[in-house]
């Protein structure tokens, strides 16, 4: 395989991380990065050390020599720059959330197949030894069919301010909690599950803690809770919050308040549980990945092994790169945030009408 140019675009944590990925993934260079802030550039060329730099976006779409972008920017940018990117004749991963709603990732999923690229959004997390070791479980009928998940990202005390605020700011960044950790619990559970195809939502937000929040604009909510019911009979239970007062049944977080990130999937020979302990305070000992199994008839509780992996951004990055050389399929693919952007959509829409809401 060839190695791939890549260019980032958005020099941030995330920005950073995606360009460790690339470096770390063997199969791509590192070619181009791109930032208005001129410091950023400056600090991340030190340390990353890419072909080129850029303070215009559309200066280093027309470089021919990069074949793939990386996006890393707020919210509202994720469209826009990826259809820019998608014209330009480019492959694209893109940061969590895809885009503000699925009609706008549909035309990203339609753009990208009309001209023959690859389209990915990130989700590192798939990647982690636990999921992919959790996965494995799944695929090895350990559990049997999986007739029910429950998913929850919450924080006591976490809502997050971002450059200017953006976070909390709708016009920005799309919605709240539900679009910041809900893509990502959600997308846990669902990616355990297989992916089935969701059929109907109902779900309720709230925005309780306004005292909590210091940006100038507080217009999104800080909960949600929700049920979504796949095609396949399935359901899966979620639960997000950036704050709450939440009990003590809830362990500590990395910053001292209270925080959790975990998953449980149901099935009728067994049940798996997968904690992110990355999010724990260190002096919380939880298992990060344990199988609930019946065994004869008796339940038996097994903490199954699993190879850590130092860096989720190098193997996301290693599967984008093979899917750009047609090695094996994009596993965070354009199809699947389609219908990862419609499940958001309904969470939003069950909340403002006050019903279920069932999707075409």
């Given at each position: 395989m060839e190695k791939v140019n890549v260019g980032l675009v958005g020099l941030g944590w995330p920005g950073q991380r995606h360009a460790e990925g690339v470096q770390g993934s063997d199969l791509g260079q590192l070619y181009a990065a791109c930032d208005l802030n001129a410091a950023r550039r400056e600090t991340f060329a030190v340390k990353y050390a890419p072909q080129r730099l850029f303070a215009d976006y559309d200066e280093m779409l027309a470089d021919p020599s990069v074949q793939a972008v990386v996006i890393s920017l707020p919210n509202?940018?994720?469209?826009?720059?990826?259809?820019?990117?998608?014209?330009?004749?480019?492959?694209?991963?893109?940061?969590?959330?895809?885009?503000?709603?699925?009609?706008?990732?549909?035309?990203?999923?339609?753009?990208?197949?009309?001209?023959?690229?690859?389209y990915f959004f990130g989700r590192q997390m798939r990647f982690s030894g636990s999921v992919q070791?959790?996965?494995?479980?799944?695929?090895?009928?350990?559990?049997?069919?999986?007739?029910?998940?429950?998913?929850?990202?919450?924080?006591?005390?976490?809502?997050?301010?971002?450059?200017d605020g953006w976070f909390t700011d709708r016009s920005r960044a799309g919605g709240g909690v539900v679009i910041d950790l809900g893509v990502h619990a959600i997308d846990a559970a669902w990616y355990l599950m297989g992916t089935p195809k969701p059929r109907t939502v109902s779900a309720q937000t709230y925005q309780k803690f306004?005292?909590?929040?210091?940006?100038?604009?507080?217009?999104?909510?800080?909960?949600?809770?929700?049920?979504?019911?796949?095609?396949?009979?399935?359901?899966?239970?979620?639960?997000?919050?950036?704050?709450?007062?939440?009990?003590?049944?809830?362990?500590?977080?990395?910053?001292?308040?209270?925080?959790?990130?975990?998953?449980?999937?149901?099935?009728?020979?067994?049940?798996?549980?997968?904690?992110?302990v990355l999010q724990l305070h260190p002096s919380e000992k939880i298992p990060a990945l344990t199988l609930f199994e019946d065994r004869n008839g008796k339940l038996e509780t097994v903490e199954l092994p699993f190879e850590p992996v130092p860096h989720e951004f190098v193997p996301q990055m290693q599967n984008f790169l093979r899917a750009i050389n047609g090695v094996e399929p994009p596993i965070n693919s354009a199809v699947q945030a389609v219908k990862l952007m419609e499940i958001l959509d309904a969470i939003y829409e069950s909340s403002l009408r006050g019903h279920e809401v069932v999707l075409s």
């Open positions: 509202s940018l994720h469209f826009p720059t990826t259809l820019k990117a998608l014209h330009a004749g480019k492959h694209v991963l893109c940061e969590k959330p895809p885009t503000l709603n699925a009609e706008q990732m549909r035309q990203l999923r339609n753009e990208a197949d009309s001209r023959g690229l690859i070791a959790a996965r494995r479980a799944v695929a090895e009928r350990r559990l049997g069919e999986i007739y029910f998940a429950k998913t929850m990202w919450v924080r006591s005390r976490g809502t997050p301010g971002g450059i306004p005292q909590l929040v210091k940006a100038p604009v507080f217009d999104v909510e800080d909960s949600a809770d929700g049920m979504i019911r796949f095609e396949n009979g399935s359901s899966l239970l979620f639960e997000v919050s950036w704050a709450a007062n939440l009990p003590d049944d809830i362990p500590l977080g990395k910053w001292g308040s209270r925080e959790l990130f975990s998953t449980v999937v149901h099935g009728p020979k067994g049940t798996i549980r997968i904690v992110d």
